[in-house]
């Protein structure tokens, strides 16, 4: 395929069965896989691929990951409290003017980082930046602070002068910078992998 390009195929099976001295009763059939879906191929992504297009890829984080079990809680509490585990649209290009509204100079309220009490702090936003979720003023983010203590994760809010009110479109999260990253690269390996492609939506689950 050429760069940049794509394609969609339905795909159909036909098998004919014979037997030597046998008269099959049903030598003809038909089938199509899986459930009907469609196989989309592509070669807009680094490498051309196929997926089945029908078939909404999963992002799924866990809370004893060690490499980013922060930022999973973070995602946890976005999705469970906030959002009803609503699936995301990937937005290709939109990622640095996004987190610059939500984390950045382009929020009316800046991200206040604390670094006292997280070492090596960042601003990990949900929805995520690169997606048309994402983008929403910092101002109106619930700021939280994953905690671990006593076996399970808690979260907790930010700034006294800031109350959760679980009525917030989005969170920005206190994650130390390598959780923050390791889990930005667990969403774009699955992009590769997926072939999640601009507009098309993934889900974000996050379990145990």
Not at 145 to 162: L, M, N, T
Not at 175 to 193: F, H, M, P, Q, T
């Amino acid at each position: 395929m050429a760069s940049g390009t794509r394609d969609n195929i339905r795909t159909n099976y036909h098998m004919y069965i014979t037997a030597t001295d046998t008269t099959p009763t049903q030598p003809n059939v038909n089938w199509e896989l899986p459930f009907e879906a469609n196989l989309r191929c592509d070669a807009e992504l680094t490498t051309p691929g196929c997926v089945f297009s029908d078939l909404r890829a999963s992002l799924n984080y866990s809370l004893s990951d060690p490499k980013h079990a922060a930022a999973s809680a973070a995602y946890s509490f976005a999705q469970g409290r906030l959002r009803n585990w609503a699936p995301l649209t990937r937005a290709d290009g939109l990622s640095a003017a996004n987190r610059k509204r939500t984390c950045e100079e382009g929020s009316s309220d800046p991200f206040v980082y604390m670094y006292g009490e997280i070492p090596n702090d960042s601003c990990d936003e949900f929805p995520f930046a690169g997606s048309f979720e994402g983008g929403t003023d910092g101002a109106l983010c619930a700021d939280i602070i994953p905690r671990y203590e006593d076996g399970e994760w808690w979260i907790y809010r930010a700034r006294a002068d800031k109350p959760i009110t679980y009525e917030e479109p989005c969170v920005r999260a206190h994650v130390a910078l390598d959780a923050n990253e390791s889990a930005g690269g667990k969403y774009g390996s699955l992009v590769r992998r997926a072939r999640i492609l601009d507009t098309e939506k993934y889900n974000v689950s996050v379990v145990d």
